[in-house]
């Protein structure tokens, strides 16, 4: 049995990476998610999780947002620090909504919605996570409170948003199937197909 970490940025993302290491490398790889909200912890504790990959392979994943490509986010986190092999750094382009927008069926099938609502090409996407939620107003009714914002509320998201996508993701979200249609997603699951010859 393999080991691995997968450091993430919230509780969707780490329902997608065990997702991700579930379906590339199987059930049978165990793994410890590291995670406090946030961009920053992850970027704060870069120099360590280089030092844990030494031991052990290390998955993190992070959202693109405004940055203007995964080259310059990259350099910027590494600056002169070196990644070794087993670092497996991974950015969703441009948040990982895009990552679960891009399983096309599957979540039109569990919003209860046409699959052509849905974007074709969700790496191109400036707002993934705008474009779920627009999508999702047309979902079925319990979804849909959910996931999108009450009229005037100041949240951005619907209150029970992490709950509603993360049952998906454990339940549905294929991540072959999603990386058809996302590049970013592709990369991601074959970097992480490598571990099955470490």
Known sequence: MGFMYLAVEDELSEEVGIRIIKGVLGSGFAFKTLRKNGFGYLKSKIESFIEMSQYYPVLMITDLDK?????????????????P??????????EIESWVLADTDDFA????????????????????KA??????????????LDI???????????????????????????????????????????????????
């Open 67 to 83: 940055e203007a490509c995964a080259p310059k986010l990259k350099e910027k986190w590494f600056k002169s620090l070196e990644k």
């Open 85 to 94: 092999e087993r670092f497996i750094f991974r950015i969703a382009v441009r």
């Open 109 to 128: 099938a569990y919003l209860g919605v046409r699959p052509s609502l849905l974007p074709k090409n969700p790496d191109a996407l400036l707002d993934p």
């Open 131 to 144: 474009t779920l939620i627009n999508i999702a107003k047309k979902a079925k009714k319990p979804l849909r």
């Open 148 to 198: 999108v914002p009450e009229q005037g509320a100041i949240a951005v998201q619907g209150l029970g948003y992490n709950r509603a996508l993360c049952q998906f993701i454990r339940e549905q979200w294929d991540c072959q199937r999603a990386a058809s249609r996302s590049e970013s997603l592709s990369r991601a699951c074959t970097r992480v197909a490598e571990l099955r010859s470490n």
